[in-house]
């Protein structure tokens, strides 16, 4: 504690104890007094203390959280006492020497200082029937003073004081030492210096004076006190504050509103989040500035997602662009949007992992079509273009989409919905076959703050756990294990890897960092929506961009929507914080590879222990050719008023390979890399693909409906 009652008197303890049983019932304790203290305003906190975001929830009367003595400077308190009770200390309640002064003066005609003790002051308020704020009789007088000794008896001096500058009114509707100091000077209590002190204290004579009588008060109370007191004009620039406040009114914080609804809750006056206040406001500001340079684009909105890696709380939480939003209350963090090529890290992850794929594997980035229930899937890359051959690092640092359709073949619809499950991706529900292929590249609609929970994942070396917001709640499930490490950092060198990524997006962008960085932008059907997600080793930070409406945007990527928002956010993290790149785990390799002439030049690729190619590296072998047409299970229906010469269906391979040979129903067709046309028949047949010496290397079986055309 910070004070220490003095040592009282027999007399006073027989007389505290007595007043016990004549000093109304209705007196409450200093825990029921704290505990039934209620702000006017509902606040959430940030992981510091400061506030996020405040509502009016009273029209009466303006209060804060309460506040501990230990929270309140030392130079206000010193004041207050200096002002309103000197003998503080060393009195038991009633002050009878500054009693006997005031009688004394009332009688020779002399108006002077009253005798009311801090105490005397704080039972007034306490119990409102003692005559507060008013005229009292002198059974009122007498009752007072007896509340205020057994409350000296009852409480330390220290609840007394807290108490007191927690309830007293400062000026006009501000009520306790919060409120107080955060309306006139802006300021934590924590923080008022002497001279703001001193104009606080003689506020609480007369709190709504004018400044004539603030000015001579406050300067009489400094010349009361110790020499070493502030300056006239330090006074008088803390009055003109106070005054200044009046002018400009109290001005709410509204960062986090999004946050604020969901911990606040409905009857709710305080929480506590894991946000921090100075990274929260720049990722609002950065998120609005960008959104507004690219509104011209059909760009209105936007969400930004900050994560600590190590904890999973969440540092910064903008749900909307604010004002610049046509739809601000919508809350873009949660909101379920589809990601895009966002997704592809976990695909390739999950491929990787299984030892299905390495980092140097050769996928073809050919034509290729699917039937699926919605009928044949033809997926394209960004730019409409095919590359053949390129390695899986290409692949994903590229966001090629081809390749990424015939990794999901490979690993199974199935299999890769239920790993999105676990990395948090709640909403992914229903069976691989309801969203097909296109879940590669993004079809099923996710939040970008489950978005993020899975990058996370792939920072924390393949560690799941869930993130936290509130920093009262407990921490949520526990942590599991999605990916081994070695595949996390696997993944992890390829998304941050410029060269590999360069085929698509070139070597500077917004993508490119001075520091080590893992990141992955998406884009969703018809620019409806811009994801950018990466991390370093201490924080992961998620961006979209879009429209709260869906309304597609125009002419916006990945690398001109959301990246240069997170390559803000994440190089201020880097300097403040810094980071690291992150240091190869047990169970990789590094080998040198030497490609396929004319694919990619020879480098040194990270493999997981066991899959390293031990000859003719990322060389494709004979089971490597797949038909891409016609599609497997696909039906195609035969149209009589088409001529029949001009009705074919298409043999065609993923592979340059001359050497294939194509057979229908089990007869040869031809021998040929280039396919076969060949002239449909109803009926179902099969397809297959084979080596030279037989060895079948695909089979694919689809239907024809129809009448024969007949031959011109």
């Known amino acids: 504690m910070r004070y220490l009652a003095g040592p009282g008197t027999v007399a006073a303890m027989v007389l505290g104890a007595i007043l016990l049983w004549t000093v109304p019932p209705s007196m409450p304790s200093f825990a029921d007094v704290r505990e039934g203290w209620r702000p006017s305003a509902a606040q959430l906190l940030d992981r510091h203390g400061d506030v996020l975001y405040e509502m009016r929830v009273e029209a009466h009367g303006r209060r804060l959280a309460w506040t501990s003595l230990v929270d309140i400077s030392p130079a206000l308190e010193q004041a207050v006492i200096a002002s309103e009770d000197r003998r503080f200390f060393a009195h038991h309640g009633v002050d009878f020497r500054a009693l006997a002064g005031a009688i004394m003066g009332r009688v020779i005609g002399k108006r002077g200082r009253g005798a009311s003790t801090i105490a005397m002051q704080l039972v007034t308020m306490l119990d409102p029937g003692l005559g507060r704020g008013g005229h009292r009789s002198v059974l009122q007088k007498l009752t007072q003073m007896w509340a205020a000794c057994a409350l000296e008896y009852r409480w330390s001096r220290n609840q007394i004081l807290e108490a007191y500058l927690n309830l007293v009114t400062w000026r006009g509707e501000i009520q306790g030492v919060s409120a107080a100091t955060n309306i006139l000077f802006g300021k934590a209590p924590h923080g008022v210096n002497a001279s703001e002190a001193l104009v606080m204290a003689a506020l609480l004579r007369a709190p709504n004076a004018k400044y004539s009588a603030v000015k001579r008060r406050a ?41 604020a609804a969901r911990l606040l809750g409905e009857n709710r006056r305080l929480a506590r989040s894991t ?34 890696n190590a904890t999973g709380q969440v540092w910064a939480y903008v749900g909307s662009a604010g004002e610049l939003s046509s739809a601000a209350w919508v809350d873009g963090v949660r909101s379920l949007r589809q990601p895009g090529s966002a997704l592809k890290p976990f695909l390739y992850a999950a491929a990787i992992d299984r030892h299905l794929l390495t980092a140097a594997s050769l996928l073809a980035d050919t ?94 070396g393949g560690i799941w756990s869930p993130l936290q917001l509130s920093a009262d709640s407990a921490a949520g499930a526990s942590p599991s294990r999605i990916y081994s490490a070695a595949t996390a950092f696997v993944v992890s060198d390829i998304l941050a890897d410029r060269a590999s990524r360069s085929a698509t997006f070139g070597l500077e962008n917004s993508l490119a960092t ?55 956010v994440m190089s201020y993290l880097h300097d403040r914080y810094g980071s690291a790149a992150l240091a190869p785990p047990p169970g990789v390799n590094s080998q040198l590879v030497a490609f396929p002439q004319g694919v990619e030049a020879p480098r040194h690729e990270w493999f997981l222990t066991g899959t390293e190619p031990s000859q003719s590296p990322a060389r494709l072998d004979h089971s490597w050719p797949r038909i891409v047409s016609p599609a497997d299970g696909s039906i195609v229906a035969l149209d009589p008023d088409i001529p029949p010469g001009q009705q074919r269906i298409q043999f065609a391979a993923g592979t340059s390979t001359p050497t294939l040979q194509w057979l229908l129903d089990g007869h040869e067709q031809c021998s040929t890399a280039v396919g076969c046309m060949w002239a449909p028949q109803p009926g179902r047949h099969t397809v297959t693909l084979a080596s030279p010496s037989g060895r079948t290397l695909d089979q694919v079986s689809f239907t024809i409906r129809g009448t024969a055309p007949l031959e011109e």
């Not at 929260?280 to 600590?308: F, I, M, P, Y």
């Not at 811009?530 to 125009?554: D, E, H, K, L, Q």
Request: overall charge neutral; proline content about 4%.
């Open 367 to 460: 034509p290729l079509e699917l039937s699926e229930e919605r009928g044949l899937y033809r997926p394209l890359d960004y730019d409409r273009r095919f590359r053949g051959l390129v390695s899986s690092r290409t692949a994903l640092g590229s966001s090629l989409n081809v390749p990424a359709v015939r990794t999901i073949q490979l690993l199974g619809v199935d299999v890769f919905a239920a790993e999105l499950r676990g990395l948090g991706l709640s909403t992914i529900v229903e069976a691989g076959d309801f969203y097909g292929a296109a879940l590669a590249l993004g079809s099923a609609d996710v939040s970008l703050w489950d978005l993020v929970s899975a990058y996370r994942t792939l920072a924390n």
């Open 514 to 568: 001075r520091y080590w960085s893992a990141v992955k932008t998406g884009t969703s059907k018809d620019m409806r929506d811009n994801w950018c997600i990466g991390y370093t080793s201490r924080f992961t930070v998620g961006v979209w961009v879009g429209n709260a409406t869906g309304a597609p945007m125009r002419d916006v990527s990945g690398i001109t929507g959301a990246a240069p928002v997170w390559l803000e």
């Open 219 to 259: 300067e009489a109370l400094r010349r009361s006190l110790a020499p070493d007191q502030p300056s006239l004009q330090q006074v008088a620039s803390a009055i003109d504050c106070v005054f200044a406040s009046r002018r400009t009114g109290f001005k709410p914080v509204e960062l986090a509103p999004h946050v």
């Open 275 to 308: 946000l921090d206040l100075a990274l929260q406001r720049l990722a609002t500001e950065v998120l609005k500035r960008h959104v507004s340079e690219v509104h011209e684009h059909g760009v209105n909105d936007g969400a930004v997602v900050v994560v600590e």
